[in-house]
T-cell receptor
Framework: DTEVTQTPKHLVMGMTNKKSLKCEQH?????MYWYKQKAKKPPELMFV???????INESVPSRFSPECPNSSLLNLHLHALQPEDSALYLC???????????FGPGTRLTVT | GEDVEQSLFLSVREGDSSVINCTYT??????LYWYKQEPGAGLQLLTY?????DMKQDQRLTVLLNKKDKHLSLRIADTQTGDSAIYFC????????????FGKGTTLSVSS
């Protein structure tokens, strides 16, 4: 089983809202990732968690706040987003960093 | 340069072979990957090759690696309309346990 699940599939939120994206994997992977993907572009790395600790933060604005409650779950908390934050948000996991990554289906976020 | 380069578009007829090319940048990259993304979906890991290999075959997929020229290719035999998608080449760079560096993606269009 190489499944990574993400909820919700679609999310529309206003600029004053607070919402969260969720990601789950049950493959025993110890590295989990958040990527942002704009239309017709490759994914851009946002955060990496390794063994439930934040390993990499690619200079992401503080309105995006990641959280790794346990080895299977990864959240991305959203607050005061801007319309330009509208994108597909992808979660991925891997056995450890530098191993092959498996992606979830993504959450399509629209900020109005 | 720093970028992973791919041609942007490829158009083939059903039943033909498709060859998607990629040039990567870091000669110390450990693994090189091919991902497929269908419209509105996440990234599907198709195959990957370790940097000390020249070739890897997996059913209709053949990956060729020329490490001297930093050139990677993906050949899809007997291309089907269901193969129409964006194909991303990616390298894992050995710097501080970073994640994947993606090319811009090649849009493969298969006509019947």
């Amino acid at each position: 089983d190489t499944e990574v699940t993400q909820t919700p599939k679609h999310l529309v939120m206003g600029m004053t809202n607070k919402k969260s994206l969720k990601c789950e994997q049950h493959m025993g992977h110890r590295a989990m990732y958040w990527y942002k993907q704009k239309a017709k572009k490759p994914p851009e790395l946002m955060f990496v968690y390794s063994y439930e600790k934040l390993s990499i933060n690619e200079s992401v604005p503080s309105r995006f706040s990641p959280e790794c409650p346990n080895s299977s779950l990864l959240n991305l908390h959203l607050h005061a987003l801007q319309p330009e934050d509208s994108a597909l948000y992808l979660c991925a996991s891997s056995q450890a960093q530098l191993y092959e990554q498996y992606f979830g289906p993504g959450t399509r976020l629209t900020v109005t | 340069g720093e970028d992973v380069e791919q041609s942007l578009f490829l158009s083939v007829r059903e039943g033909d072979s498709s060859v998607i090319n990629c040039t990567y940048t870091d000669s110390s990259s450990t693994y090189l990957y091919w991902y497929k993304q269908e419209p509105g979906a996440g990234l599907q890991l198709l195959t990957y090759i370790f940097s000390n290999m020249d070739m890897k075959q997996d059913q209709r997929l053949t990956v060729l690696l020329n490490k001297k020229d930093k050139h990677l290719s993906l050949r899809i035999a007997d291309t089907q309309t269901g193969d129409s998608a964006i194909y991303f080449c990616a390298e894992s760079r050995n710097q501080a346990g970073t994640a994947l560096i993606f090319g811009k993606g090649t849009t493969l269009s298969v006509s019947s």
